[in-house]
Nanobody, 116 residues
């Protein structure tokens, strides 16, 4: 079994930055694509960013492109989502998802609140 633990969320002022982390543990043989999603109250969950196993194909939602960077540290089985120039509309619960050997695992979510 694989567990994903997220951290790094919190309250930040508009224009500020956060770095979210998602670390996997358990029976890990390989991690393929890593994904970050977010879900705001009353809205559907949306894909924010993803990164392939070699890091060569990062993808971003238009809403965060240019402000966010997804990365991975394979030695630590960890993905990071660096978010800069945060806006109130970035407020959401952020979830990571890893493709581990062809199976999908979700993190528990971490709250990001952007407010003055």
């Amino acid at each position: 079994q694989v567990q994903l633990v997220e951290s790094g969320g919190g309250l930040v002022q508009p224009g500020g930055s956060l770095r979210l982390s998602c670390a996997a543990s358990g029976s890990i043989f390989s991690i393929r694509t890593m994904y970050w999603y977010r879900q705001a109250p009353g809205k559907q969950r949306e894909l924010v960013a993803s990164i392939t196993n070699d890091g060569s194909t990062p993808n971003y939602a238009d809403s965060v492109k240019g402000r966010s960077t997804i990365s991975r540290d394979n030695a630590k089985n960890t993905s990071y989502l660096q978010m800069n120039s945060l806006k109130p509309e970035d407020t959401a619960v952020y979830y990571c998802k890893f493709n581990v050997g062809g199976y999908m695992y979700w993190g528990q979510g971490t709250q990001v609140t952007v407010s003055s």
